[in-house]
């Protein structure tokens, strides 16, 4: 899938990874200007609070700055990166199931929402769509996101997934087949709702 206009390729992002490892600080800071959203929306993804998706995506960032010298390239940056921040999400589930926990809202689409940008062409579909997202089962979300929005190839997200590419690929049909469902019930809705009621007087 190519990477939306706008948004660096995963080859020049792995270049200023690999060039960040060298001590380059402009591309540090490229690095992580490249792949800041697909952090968040990633973390968002996985993270049942939305208090602490900009946290986890702060530590997913200092681990892989602290990690860049082992960075080979053998895979994307972004692959690499999506795995650590799979890693920090995991941990911080960990750390925080001794703890009570201060609000209980799985609302990661707001979040999502605000790492979008604004007042372009198709924001309102895409937040609908994160609103239809929310209904899959958390596997197909997953492999939905990672394929469809955030563009990984199948076999990279099978990696994240820690699952055969076979049934990455089933989730994201299923998950394509129940969204064209519920576009579909949400139309024929919308469509009763403006029917106009013949007048009977």
């Given at each position: 899938?190519?990477?939306?206009?706008?948004?660096?390729?995963?080859?020049?992002?792995?270049?200023?990874?690999?060039?960040?490892?060298g001590?380059?600080?402009?591309?540090?800071?490229?690095?992580?200007?490249?792949?800041?959203?697909?952090?968040?929306?990633y973390?968002?993804?996985?993270?049942?609070?939305?208090?602490?998706?900009?946290?986890?995506?702060?530590?997913?960032?200092l681990r892989?700055?602290?990690?860049?010298?082992?960075?080979?390239?053998?895979?994307s940056?972004?692959?690499?990166?999506?795995?650590?921040?799979?890693?920090?999400?995991?941990?911080?589930?960990?750390?925080?199931?001794?703890?009570?926990?201060?609000?209980?809202?799985p609302?990661?689409?707001?979040?999502?929402?605000?790492?979008?940008?604004?007042?372009?062409?198709?924001?309102?579909?895409?937040?609908?769509?994160?609103?239809?997202?929310?209904?899959?089962?958390?596997?197909?979300?997953?492999?939905?996101?990672?394929?469809?929005?955030l563009?990984?190839?199948?076999?990279?997200?099978a990696?994240?997934?820690?699952?055969?590419?076979?049934?990455?690929?089933?989730r994201v049909?299923?998950?394509?087949?129940?969204?064209a469902?519920l576009?579909?019930?949400a139309?024929?809705?919308?469509?009763?709702?403006?029917?106009?009621?013949?007048?009977?007087?």
């Amino acid at each position: 899938m190519p990477a939306p206009a706008g948004r660096p390729t995963d080859d020049a992002a792995t270049a200023w990874a690999l060039a960040a490892r060298g001590g380059d600080s402009d591309a540090v800071d490229r690095f992580v200007r490249a792949l800041h959203r697909d952090v968040v929306r990633y973390v968002a993804h996985l993270c049942a609070d939305p208090q602490t998706v900009d946290d986890l995506a702060q530590d997913t960032f200092l681990r892989a700055l602290g990690s860049l010298h082992r960075f080979e390239g053998r895979s994307s940056a972004r692959t690499w990166l999506l795995a650590i921040a799979r890693r920090a999400v995991a941990d911080s589930h960990r750390y925080t199931a001794v703890r009570p926990r201060t609000a209980d809202v799985p609302d990661w689409r707001l979040t999502v929402e605000r790492a979008q940008p604004r007042g372009l062409p198709g924001f309102d579909d895409g937040i609908v769509l994160l609103d239809l997202l929310d209904r899959l089962p958390r596997e197909r979300r997953e492999a939905f996101v990672l394929t469809q929005l955030l563009g990984l190839p199948y076999t990279e997200a099978a990696a994240l997934g820690d699952c055969p590419v076979g049934t990455v690929r089933s989730r994201v049909a299923r998950a394509r087949t129940t969204l064209a469902a519920l576009v579909a019930e949400a139309e024929g809705a919308s469509t009763a709702v403006r029917r106009p009621v013949p007048d009977r007087g």
